[in-house]
């Protein structure tokens, strides 16, 4: 079966919609850091993260149909399903944290938060960089595989980053209980935001495994 799936024409444009939806996350990413320096721009960087939702999601629809249409596809079709999704699930989260933000009305934000936005935007810059080496994913193993350490690492950094937030955050809402709850939400949805991209990290991953 090999040898015939090796003789029939892929469909290769899922390699540009890979990228199409990382370059996604990178706006969504860095419109979450202009968020969280708070202030006036709030409001605004939380309609950006919905429309950049948005764009993800007829992304997902249009990888999703294909899928179902194509033929011969460049790697086995769950794969190309779950790392969709998985994309699709970072700029979820962050649409997830906009909504929390604009729910509580809040318009200053801690230093560990902010932080945690930074950690967002180095892996989305990471994950932007590993959807363009799918392509050629044998040549470029070893960066591909470099670079989901560095996923790895950064999603051990905002473990720290949250525990020391969450302790922060207690200490100073002793009587302040919304105050605490508002800031603990926000502080779990950003963290979570960099777990998404260690699962897409981690899908990449095991689509190298599969194809070395």
């Given amino acids: 079966m090999r040898w015939f799936q090796a003789l029939m024409p892929r469909e290769d444009s899922f390699f540009d919609q890979f990228v199409a939806h990382a370059r996604v996350l990178v706006k969504g990413a860095e419109a979450l850091r202009d968020l969280l320096n708070g202030g ?7 309609a950006a993260i919905i429309r950049h939702e948005e764009e ?7 990888v999703m149909l294909k899928v179902r249409r194509t033929f011969i596809t460049p790697f086995d079709r769950s794969d190309i399903r779950d790392l969709t999704t998985s994309l699709d699930d970072a700029i979820d989260q962050m649409q997830k944290t906009a909504k929390a933000i604009t729910l509580y009305g809040m318009s200053q934000f801690r230093a560990e938060m902010r ?4 950690l967002a935007i180095q892996a989305a810059y990471l994950t932007l960089e590993a959807t363009e080496l799918l392509r050629d994913m044998r040549r470029n193993a070893e960066r591909l595989n470099a670079i989901g350490e560095a996923v790895t690492r950064i999603e051990n950094r905002s473990d720290e980053v949250y525990d020391a937030g969450m302790k922060a955050l207690f ?6 209980p919304m105050a605490f709850i508002a800031g603990a939400e926000v502080l779990d949805h950003l ?5 998404r991209f ?8 095991g689509i190298l495994i599969e194809q070395l």
């Fill in 171 to 176: 200490k100073a809402s002793q009587d302040k």
């Fill in 40 to 46: 006036a721009a709030v409001p605004g960087a939380c």
């Fill in 198 to 205: 260690e699962d897409v990290s981690n899908g990449i991953s």
């Fill in 115 to 118: 932080e945690l936005g930074d």
């Fill in 56 to 62: 993800a999601d007829a992304i997902t629809r249009a």
């Fill in 191 to 195: 963290e979570k935001v960099i777990d």
